[in-house]
């Protein structure tokens, strides 16, 4: 069982928030659209607690993006919506268009909510790295769509690589309005914590 | 044979996507044939620019961004034609209705002594976005145009306007009822966020074909709304007509969705009725089952209100 | 006499942060807190000319802060620290008249060309 100080959790939920707001800035001025994103939560979590306490139902399909972290942090990003807002989100940014078949219209979300995932998990990345002097490498950009119960299996079978202790950070977002809501969950080592941390402790020292 | 750096500079040059690359400072240092071809400007005139130098009305937020990304982060961008239509402007002249070449675009991180290189690569994708729009224009023409639904094949809106009306005209002509049912299937925004919209669909599917198997041949169904279904039934008075929407609802409720783990098919309607000695016009009488299908919907659903 | 700045964020690393960037700086007496309640008691006691709040708090959000204080009586001058710095958030603090904002992740030299900007 992995455990922090008050502290050292204070420390990366302040480090993700910074982070994750650089992303939503970043993604409403990159596709100029009028999302206006906030950052309602941020947790830290083991598997089980973050499996009974989310936004998603254990049923309803989630569309995903998810990248892979690499050297000084080891873990994957995943930022997770639900299926319905995929398309939503979608709509928002490139207006609505006459749906054509499913097929098609599937395509083009999945090519908008890839390069969404992409724009908003590597800026977050990049904020933080930037904030503590990190080197990291992500990895290409993966959509999929599975039940939450089977993201995080997938997810969690391949992080287990590295290392058996996995710390999970959840940020929540928002839009104005609550019509689109997910989460940006850091899967990382329990090592990775531990250079974050240090990283943070080094900022504080002049 | 082995392959040489010399035949790696070939394929390089003459891989039919644009292929640069940049530097730590944004300088363009590789460029292909085929940014030459298409972008008219030479390598060594590209060479030690950065492509803001080279497209000084470009967009370059995006694009710049992403290089960035790679900069710190070594992480992989993707810029679709979805969201950005193209990065590089190379004007195209092929298709009527689109005047850049349409382009998906990847970033990818080079390692080098000098910190992580960014390899840019572009596609054209002009044809599948000009066949894309070609299809949804005629798919939304058909639609205009035709009487029917797309998706269930039944008659759509602009049909019941028109048929209403004609059979307005009969029934007084013939001094006859006309019954009409609307019907709403009941938290289908929430199966569709649960199973997704092709389940939807589906849901829909087996909806129509039911009716479809209860109704009688001088009965018309039409689909009027994303879940809302009216079916017009003349010589037909209020309570044969409630009768016919009761059962309907009876057949629904007990209807299994195998591939739908917890979902619960139930629909709520809401009646009524034209007659000679009440002749409302075809847009009162489909308002009046409107809200008759509301009252349904207060009272908890799963019912028929007339 | 040395100037007051109070900070209020619910982050203990915000605030140390803060700190940290200030710590060349003589000029300045420092509070902190991240209760909004006890911020208005030590705006009241102390007068500080400037107070920091950041946005997203759980009790109450920055804008709504520094209107409770203003309602009150305060009259510091109010900056937003925050990392969400969308247009929408920016529209909000100039209705509730902040004279600035310091973005996320701050360093010595934005804090100190803020406080230069605001002698």
């Not at chain 3, 109010?78 to 710095?85: D, E, G, H, K, R």
């Amino acid at each position: 069982m992995i455990s922090l100080t008050t502290i050292q959790e204070d420390a990366l939920i302040e480090i993700c928030n910074v982070g994750m707001s650089k992303a939503a800035k970043q993604l409403s001025i990159l596709l100029n659209s009028h999302i206006n994103i906030h950052i309602p939560k941020i947790s830290l979590l083991d598997m089980q607690h973050f499996i009974q306490n989310n936004i998603f139902s254990s049923i309803e399909t989630l569309s995903y993006v998810y990248q892979t972290i690499s050297e000084d942090l080891l873990g994957r990003a995943i930022l997770m919506f639900h299926r319905a807002q995929a398309t939503l989100l979608t709509q928002s940014v490139i207006g609505i268009t006459p749906k054509l078949t499913e097929k098609e219209a599937k395509a083009c979300e999945q090519e908008a909510v890839l390069e969404i995932g992409n724009i908003m998990i590597t800026s977050c990345m990049s904020a933080i790295v930037n904030m503590i002097s990190l080197h990291i490498k992500l990895d290409t950009p993966h959509y999929n769509e599975h039940r939450l119960i089977e993201v995080i299996e997938s997810q969690v079978k391949d992080v287990e690589k590295y290392s058996q202790e996995i710390i999970l950070i959840e940020t929540r977002l928002e839009s104005a309005g609550k019509f689109i809501s997910g989460s940006l969950l850091l899967m990382l080592t329990k090592s990775s914590i531990d250079n974050l941390l240090s990283g943070i402790n080094n900022l504080l020292k002049v | 044979m082995i392959i040489n750096d010399f035949l790696y500079e070939e394929i390089f040059q003459y891989l039919p996507l644009g292929l640069f690359v940049l530097d730590s400072k944004c300088n363009v240092i590789f460029w292909n044939e085929w940014m030459v071809e298409k972008t008219k400007i030479k390598k060594e005139h590209a060479i030690g620019k950065t492509i803001g130098n080279l497209f000084p009305s470009m967009k370059h937020e995006r694009f710049n961004n992403a290089v960035e990304q790679i900069q710190t982060v070594a992480s992989p961008q993707v810029l679709s034609q979805t969201l950005n239509h193209y990065i590089i402007p190379i004007p195209s002249n092929i298709y009527e209705k689109i005047d850049y070449m349409q382009q998906h675009v990847e970033v990818f991180p080079l390692k080098s002594k000098l910190g992580w290189l960014a390899l840019v690569v572009i596609q054209d994708v002009t044809d599948n976005v000009h066949q894309k729009n070609t299809m949804m224009q005629m798919a939304s023409k058909l639609e205009e145009e035709s009487y029917h639904d797309a998706l269930t094949a039944i008659y759509n809106r602009r049909f019941l306007w028109e048929y209403l009306e004609q059979q307005i005209a009969q029934a007084k002509r013939g001094n006859y009822s006309i019954c009409c049912c609307m019907f709403d299937l009941d938290y289908f925004k929430k199966a569709n966020d649960d199973f997704g919209h092709s389940a939807g669909d589906q849901i829909l599917t087996s909806f129509v074909n039911l009716i479809n198997g209860t109704v009688r041949s001088s009965d018309v169904f039409v689909r009027y709304g994303g879940e809302e279904f009216l079916l017009i039934m003349p010589h037909t008075d209020i309570t044969d007509g409630s009768k016919l929407a009761n059962k309907i609802r009876v057949l629904w409720e007990e209807k299994i969705h195998a591939n739908f783990i917890g979902y619960k098919s139930t629909c709520s309607a809401g009646l009524s009725l034209w007659k000679p000695k009440n002749p409302v016009s075809s847009q009162e009488l489909v308002d009046l089952a409107d809200k008759a299908l509301y009252k349904a919907k207060e009272k908890g659903r799963n019912c028929v209100v007339f | 006499m040395k100037k007051k700045i109070l900070v209020v964020d619910d982050s203990a690393t915000a605030r140390a942060l803060f700190k940290m960037c200030m710590s060349g700086n003589l000029d300045y007496q420092l509070f902190e807190t991240n209760d909004p309640q006890e911020a208005l008691k030590i705006a009241l006691a102390e007068k500080p000319f400037l107070i920091i709040l950041d946005y997203n708090m759980p009790v109450m959000e920055g804008p709504k802060i520094a209107k409770m204080m203003i309602d009150n009586g305060v009259q510091s001058k109010f900056v937003l620290m925050s990392a969400n710095t969308q247009y929408s958030v920016i529209e909000e603090i100039n209705n509730e008249g902040f004279v600035g904002i310091l973005e996320k992740p701050i360093s010595a030299e934005t804090v100190q060309s803020l406080l230069e900007k605001l002698q």
